[in-house]
Each structure stands twice: as C-alpha cells, then as structure tokens.
C-alpha cells in the first residue's frame, strides 16, 4: 500500500502507473471531489491533521507526496513510522525558493545570480546585487508562473514588495535563454540513476503548454550536462523517486531554474513515448523495485488541456492522439488534461494545435 501525500491529477497517474504492478493506494487530500480518489482510498482531510496522518501511516508500507507544498512537517512526522520517500530534505530544500537556490550553488550548479529579501531595504539593496533587469519571486508557494514580478527599472522596483506579497522574496537575474528545458531523472532505493531524454518546454502566461522529448538538436554533451546536474542533487539529497530539474539553455551552457521532488509536468510524455513512464520508475523506486528502461520509443509531442476542454471526440479522432482527462471541473488556469503524439509529422502536430486553438510555432 502507497500513501501519497497530494490527491490531484499527478496523484491519479501514479496510481493508474502502480496498479499495474500490483500496489494499491491512500491518498490523503482536503479536496472531497480529488482526482486520484478513483484511483485508490480517499482520506479526506487537511494535509496537517494529526489524525489523518497517523492513519495513513498505519495502513502504507511507503508514504511519498505528489505536491511540494505538502507542509514538511507532515512528511517529517509520519518519517519515523513509515518511510517517506523522496526524503523530507528534499522536499524542504525545494519549498524556499532561496534554500533551493543555495544547494543548486553549494553543488556548483550554475544558476542565475540571485539574492533574498523580507523588507523593502534589502529588495532594493538585492536588486542592486543581482542587477537589472531581475525577476522577482515569492520565496514560498509560487507555481505556475504566480507570484512573480520582472523588474526592469529602479522605479518599478518600489511598488513590487507590495503586489508579490510575500513574507521573503527571491531576486534573480532575468536569464535571456535560448530555450526552456527540463531533465527527469530518478533514483532508486539501491541508489541506481536513470535520466529521460531532455524535455524541451514551451510556457504561456507562466504556465506550461507544450513539451517535446526528445528536444529538438539534442547532442549527447548537452544531455550529459543536464545529466551531471540531475545527479548532483540526487545523490547530494540522498533521493528515491523521481526528480525533476527546470533548466534554462543559454549560449553559455545550463543555468538551474528550479527542482521539483515529484513528478512533473514535463515528463508527461513518458507514459506514452518511454519504456518506462516517470509515474511508473516513481513507484518502483519508492518500492524499492529495480528501474525501468527510460529510452523513448518514439519523439513526443504533449500539449496540455488548461482552463476548459476542447472538443474531445475531435481529440478522439486524431489518428494515434493519446487523450489523458483529470476528471476535473474546468477553471481558469487549471490543467484539465493532457494530450500526446508520437512520431507525429508537423501537419499532425499543427492539426491538433488547431484543435486545441494553440498558437501555431
Ligand atoms: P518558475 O516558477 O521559476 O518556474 O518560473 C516560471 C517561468 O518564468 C519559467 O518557466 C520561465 O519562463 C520564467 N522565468 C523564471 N525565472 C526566470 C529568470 N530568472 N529569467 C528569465 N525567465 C525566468
């Protein structure tokens, strides 16, 4: 039996992935309608509710959590019972935006220059620090583009302490890139690595829309650089499970944006185009199972379904289209849904950008 800590639709594809190899799940969520309660027992309750945890505990063998803003605590406390993977540490070193940043820095990962800030002085004296323009992020809770601010002049610097409000802020130096990529790597329990072929991800107003792995011109140094980054906080972090690594490709190499302890996103296209999926190699990990292959079976192109649905039985008649639906109630900037083509040739790809009113490459 596997706890998850988080009931949404990251939890519902780890359930559908671990059901095939025989685990049956408890998901602890507030939300009574959660998309992963079809996959598995329900307990309905707030993620720091004694109680809750406590029965969780008892009923798994390996808790793990599907959200990072789980309270650490949570994940803390149910530690000595069962195991929790992937480890608490990890999960706190990615809560704090800054906390993030300093591990990416003692590991000598490159990143933005970036510096902290809980009072206007030190916004003002951090800005000064990283230089202009920077970007501006709520140091907790940020996701999906929310809580940040770029900041191009001295005099727009004044009023963002206010619109972010946050406790804490990260300063971060605007990184002019290339493109956007991502690496999802895992490690087992017995401390073996895999790594996916690197993602290459296309954002709109902060949110994810598209992804395709293998990304395009992927040249094995690159992969490997991605790869060295993904390793070094794996084994620094003592990890089990998935992990996944925002990259920005600059002229002059990677830069870290962020790390996320769970499956992501990005690594969607794993269930349709790898061996192995990122929700499967997530439950063999944390099962202390053997990993799966990461090799891709074919090029992916995935698309996410976001605010409401498209037409789904147009969807439904795209020869080879793999449709994934959340079952959930369609809101602004919500992910409703995934879709995913494999070997796709550009008409293909463009019908269904149409389909799904993307805006055309
Ligand atoms: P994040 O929440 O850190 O993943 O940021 C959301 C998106 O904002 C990223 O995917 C980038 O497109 C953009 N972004 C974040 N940080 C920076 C930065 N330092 N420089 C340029 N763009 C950024």
Redesign the pocket.
């Known amino acids: 039996m596997i706890g998850v800590l988080g009931g949404g639709q990251l939890g519902r594809m780890l359930g559908l992935a671990g059901l095939r190899l025989g685990r049956r799940f408890c998901f602890l969520d507030p939300a009574p309608d959660a998309p992963a309660a079809a996959v598995g027992k329900h307990i309905v309750a707030p993620f720091d509710d004694r109680a809750a945890l406590d029965e969780l505990a008892s009923l798994c063998d390996v808790v793990t959590f599907e959200f990072e803003n789980v309270p650490a605590a949570s994940a803390r406390r149910l530690d000595p019972d069962v195991p929790v993977y992937p480890p608490p540490q990890a999960l706190e070193a990615a809560q704090r935006r800054p906390e993030e940043k300093r591990w990416f820095e003692k590991l000598g990962i490159p990143t ?1 220059s970036f510096a902290s800030a809980t009072n206007s002085k030190e916004l003002r004296n951090g800005l000064e620090n990283v230089g202009l323009p920077a ?1 501006v ?1 709520a140091a907790v809770g ?2 999906d ?1 929310k809580g ?1 601010r770029i900041v191009r002049d001295a005099i727009a610097a004044g009023d963002v302490w206010a619109t972010i409000g946050a406790e804490e802020v990260l300063i ?4 002019e ?1 290339e493109r ?1 990529l991502s690496i999802i790597a895992v490690r087992s329990g017995r401390g073996k690595t895999a790594f996916y072929p690197l993602v290459e991800n296309h ?1 709109r107003d ?1 949110i994810l829309r598209m992804s395709v792995s293998p990304a395009a011109d992927l040249s094995p140094e690159l992969q490997a650089e991605a790869g060295e980054i993904a390793y070094a906080l794996l084994e620094a972090l003592d990890y089990v499970g998935v992990l996944a690594v ?1 990259l920005f490709q600059t002229s002059s190499g990677l830069l870290a ?2 790390m996320a302890p769970r499956v992501h996103n990005s690594g969607h296209f794993s269930i349709d185009a790898s061996c192995s999926s990122q929700f499967e190699n997530h439950i063999r990990a944390i099962s202390n199972l053997p990993l799966g292959s990461t090799e891709p079976v074919g090029r992916a192109t995935m698309f996410n379904l976001i605010s409401e649905l498209p037409d789904i039985e147009a969807l439904l008649r795209v020869e080879g289209l793999r449709v994934h639906l959340y079952d959930k109630q369609p809101r602004p900037g919500r992910k409703l849904g995934h879709v995913t083509l494999v070997d796709a040739d550009d008409r293909s790809v463009d019908h269904v950008r149409r389909l799904l009113s993307e805006p055309m490459s």
Do not use: C, D, S, T
Not at 172 to 175: D, H, I, K, P
């Open positions: 933005a970007m992020k940020g996701y583009g940040q971060e130096r605007l990184v890139f956007e954002h902060g925002e944006n962020e």
